[in-house]
């Protein structure tokens, strides 16, 4: 066996491990979200929702929502637009399509194509997101949890 067979071997039972235990975070039994993690931002995510980034070796996934999504979801929220959205990831070869679904019926919400990921292979439905605190009447961030903490 070649040192590039060994390296190859390496990868894909990393990969099989990560997916593996994302998969027994996203159907273990929960009831409900234990704790809240502040992450940059308006971000804040769930015991649940940590557990599942620790698996699939996946925080940049936060930094993308915390960046990225977290202030258009509170834009929408406060404008009433908007209440509940699902964070779906969809990964072959090696790319992602990250997107951010209100409806199944309505186009995503936000949308992310990513070049290059090792995440787990496969489609995710991974986070609810939804309006966490409140300063008066508007919403001023947003919580990332798992489908299961609800």
């Known amino acids: 066996m070649t040192e590039d067979d060994v390296a190859k071997l390496s990868t ?18 929960r009831n409900g979200a234990s704790a809240f993690y502040r992450h940059f931002g308006r971000l804040r995510y769930s015991d649940g929702a940590r557990d ?6 996946s925080y940049w ?19 009433g637009e908007l209440g509940i959205a699902v964070v779906n990831v969809n990964v072959s070869n090696s790319k992602a399509l990250v997107e951010v679904v209100c409806h199944a019926d309505l186009p995503p919400l936000w949308r ?14 991974l986070y609810e997101l939804g309006a966490l605190e409140f300063d008066g009447e508007a919403c001023i961030s947003i919580a990332a949890v798992l489908r299961s903490e609800q």
């Open 12 to 29: 894909a039972r990393r990969a099989a491990r990560s997916t593996e235990a994302l998969r027994e975070v996203l159907h273990c039994g």
């Open 112 to 125: 992310k194509e990513i070049s290059w990921t090792d995440f787990p292979e496969g489609e995710w439905s």
């Open 52 to 57: 599942a980034a620790q698996a699939s070796q």
């Open 61 to 79: 996934l936060f930094d993308l929502l915390a960046a990225e999504v977290a202030p258009l979801m509170i834009l929408k929220i406060n404008a």
